[in-house]
């Protein structure tokens, strides 16, 4: 069932200062959701991975100065984008798909929709389209004038870090400890690099580690991802299902099987704060769907653009 809500921004004196609801487009687009729908169908049945990589897109969106699609904006003279940071570079896809929904939502209603409002409803089909759960996606952000490459640096998560470090970043956007092991049920689908998850494989001198992960599984990785290997390869996150939206990466947690450090360490014997609820989701597939849709829609209210702030770009790599 998905779950409808409207979301309050309030600020300290109590007045409303914004506010995001589900209808937000009912009169002015209101084909906006069946368009972007039908265009993320097309480039999902094109590429399963797409809808990791925009529901990956949507993530490090929010987790810098806001929801304001600038993770979008190309570097400018005068501007330091967010797609070339650390985290993002040589890593970040699915700008081209953002382009063309744009293009096609703004054939229908030129200037109404923001780029921010099409990235989180496209987040949510790619979840949908995945065989995951649905919901209502809040509507009315409006695009920012500025990307912060040094908050893209500092804000998200890296895949090497420890849980304290996770669970800081999380906290510091507003989520809570269940938002951060929810949400990393993302990586139920899609990819990474071996890059990100070398560190589980080799020590700091390239010889083999004695992982945690189980020896067949482990050769596998570093089969694929030599210690002296390209960057690029890539390796399912999810080893059992990686084009399925659902929860058997909880269960490849509880089997020592996470391919990032960042995924692994959400599982510890040593740690009571989020492996009673990796647990209860590799238990309960029922359960993860019922609360993905939640912290998505927290995460998508981190500090919204609306009212007159921003603007509606034209497209969604440029400032208009």
């Known amino acids: 069932m998905a779950i409808m809500a409207t979301t309050l921004i309030v600020v300290s004196n109590g007045v409303v200062q914004a506010q995001l609801t589900s209808n937000f487009y009912n009169s002015s687009c209101p084909n ?42 190309d570097d400018t003279p005068t501007m330091q984008g967010e797609k070339n ?32 409002d099409i990235l989180a409803l496209a987040a ?26 040094s908050g893209a640096n500092a ?14 970043k999380f906290q510091a956007q507003g989520l809570s400890i269940s938002d951060l092991v929810t949400l990393s049920g993302a990586h139920t689908i899609g990819q990474a690099r071996c890059v990100n998850f070398r560190t589980r494989l080799y020590n700091e001198d390239g010889t083999k580690k004695n992982s945690t992960l189980s ?7 570093q089969s694929n991802c030599p210690s002296n290997g390209s960057d690029d390869n890539l390796a399912p996150l999810d080893l059992r299902t990686a084009t399925r939206f659902d929860n058997c990466y909880f269960n490849n947690l509880v089997s020592q099987k996470g ?33 993905f849709p939640s912290s998505m829609i927290s995460m998508g209210n981190i500090s919204p653009l609306t009212g007159t702030s921003g ?8 400032i208009n």
Request: with cysteine.
């Open 32 to 73: 906006v959701q069946a368009i972007v729908r039908s265009g993320m169908r097309s480039a999902v049945q094109k590429e399963a991975r797409m809808a990791a990589s925009i529901l990956r897109l949507f993530f490090h969106d929010c987790f810098v100065q806001g929801c304001d699609a600038s993770v979008l904006l």
């Open 85 to 116: 940071a650390l985290p993002n570079a040589n890593s970040l896809r699915g700008f081209d798909v953002v382009d063309t929904l744009k293009a096609n939502v703004e054939a229908s209603c030129p200037g109404v929709v923001s780029c921010a």
């Open 124 to 149: 949510r089909d790619a979840v949908v389209l995945s065989g995951g759960p649905t919901w209502n996606v809040l509507l009315g952000r409006r695009d920012s004038l500025t990307a912060s490459y």
């Open 155 to 168: 804000n998200l998560p890296a895949p090497f870090e420890d849980l304290n470090a996770l669970i800081n």
């Open 215 to 221: 020896i067949a599984y482990l050769q596998q990785l």
């Open 259 to 291: 391919l990032l450090d960042s995924d692994q360490v959400l599982f510890s014997s040593n740690d009571s704060s989020t492996t009673p609820i990796v647990q209860k989701y590799a238990q309960s597939g029922r359960g993860f769907f019922a609360n």
């Open 311 to 318: 603007q509606i770009r034209t497209k969604c790599h440029a």
